[in-house]
């Protein structure tokens, strides 16, 4: 995909493609270049009104269509994401930076969140529950949530829209959906193989602007049941707060910093080679993205030796060139943010052991940054860097290191390199975060519940909990007569 390859961008609100006309519009900025890839326009109160008014009609229909035909919708979609990722993972790669091989993964992973939905919406079971008195019957039956507000950030801009679009559709849910302003020609494929797919109008509205200006209207809305959030902390808790004056139901998937312990039985070189792979795949901006690397004082200089040469080795371009490592992170404002964090940790005593400062030129350039001796008043020792960016740290014992990764009110994911029974036990029970990942680095599945705990987030994604978060389990209770 080049950049004059860049479809228009537009609104698709109650079943309409909607072109800018009068409403403001932004650029969307292709990180690789600086350069502007097209106009975004802004979806005002009055569309957001239609999209409400269309949520709550489709509900109506939707939620009373069969699983098995709504499956077929979605499988449907599934299929038309794989017959044409090439053009999908352009769009990632143009939009975001991500060179084209990881972009391709992430075309297959969105195929599979909605091929997961179409399974599972398909076997929303209930449950009978034995009556006290002969004559009685209680039944738990799961019905659809209601109409849903879902908003997304841009660091994975196919997989994160589907799994909330697929999840809710599957549950029987209308849903309107705001991603990133950042991202929007991904997010507008997907809408746009719904609809081949022949999604009724109105059951997906896809809107940007705002952010919170949209958030605010949907979310004061009677119309909309639940919100489901991906994005950073501090806007999460803002929403949060929104949310609960309603009472609508919460999913919130939060920021992370995950620490990475490695313990003195591994073979080094492997663990801090794969480290490397994961660790700047996207530019470091996932939110499992191992960040806080504690490694035993036995083994912490080579593994500092060796992440540190890969890393450095790691070449930085344009996305779109097949023999690109990594790209640019999404936009200007990371890398300011990147280049306060480091310059706070040498204020600190912290040593940069390769990175630390962007690229000048066109584009949002930051290379692989490692950091050393850093100490915990340092800011990035506790603000998720979402970049390109690990810090190591020694520990001598397994209490330090569980001490370590329990540090911080975070717990997304944390990853685990021992093949000491004894430390992978004591570890996976005691290190607090939705996640435990040992002795590889792969953290999440469309048919594994993700989630977080405290600041990281409230409730669960994918799995059959990923169905089940879009939906209220009614109690029925009946006499014979
Ligand atoms: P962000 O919070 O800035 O933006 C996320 C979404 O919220 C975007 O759609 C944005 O437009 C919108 N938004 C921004 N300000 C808003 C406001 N005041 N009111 C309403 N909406 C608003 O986050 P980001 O920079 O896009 O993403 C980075 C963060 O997301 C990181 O912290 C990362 O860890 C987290 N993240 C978490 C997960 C997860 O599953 N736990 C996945 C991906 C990213």
Known sequence: MTQNAYP?????????????????????INPATGVELGRLPHAGADDLDRALAAAAEAFKRWSTTSPVARSTVLRRTAALIREDRETLAGLISLEL?????????ETETAAEMFEWAAEEGRRAYGRIIPERTPGYRMMAIPEPVGPVAAISGW????????RKIAGAL?????????????????????????????????????VFGNPAAIADQLLRSPVIRMVTFTGSTVVGKQLAALATQSMKRMV?????????????????????????????RNSGQVCTSPTRF?????????????FTRLAGELRLGDPLDAATGMGPVQNARRLDALEALVEDARAHGASVATGGQRRHGDGFFFPPTVLTNVGPQCRVANEEPFGPMAMITPFASIDEAIEQANRLPLGLASYLFSHDLRVVDRCSREIQCGNVIINHWKVSFPETPFGGVEDSGIGLEGGVEGLQAFQQLKFVSQAAQ
């Open 8 to 28: 228009p961008l537009r609104l698709w609100i109650a079943g309409e493609w909607i072109d800018r006309g009068d409403r403001d519009d932004q650029a969307v």
């Open 170 to 206: 599957a549950a029987g849910c209308s849903i309107i959906i705001k991603p990133s302003e950042g991202t929007p020609a991904t997010a507008l494929f997907l809408a746009r193989a719904l609809e081949t797919a022949g999604l009724p109008a109105g059951v997906l509205s896809m």
């Open 97 to 105: 930076g991500k060179p084209l091989a990881e972009a391709r993964g």
């Open 294 to 306: 504690y490694v035993h004082e036995s083994i912490h200089d080579r593994f500092v030796e060796t």
């Open 155 to 162: 660091n994975a801009p196919a997989i994160t829209p589907s």
């Open 252 to 280: 919130f998937e939060l920021g992370g910093h995950a620490p990475a312990l490695v313990f003195p039985d591994v073979d080094v070189d492997a663990v801090a080679k794969a480290a490397v792979a994961t660790k700047f």
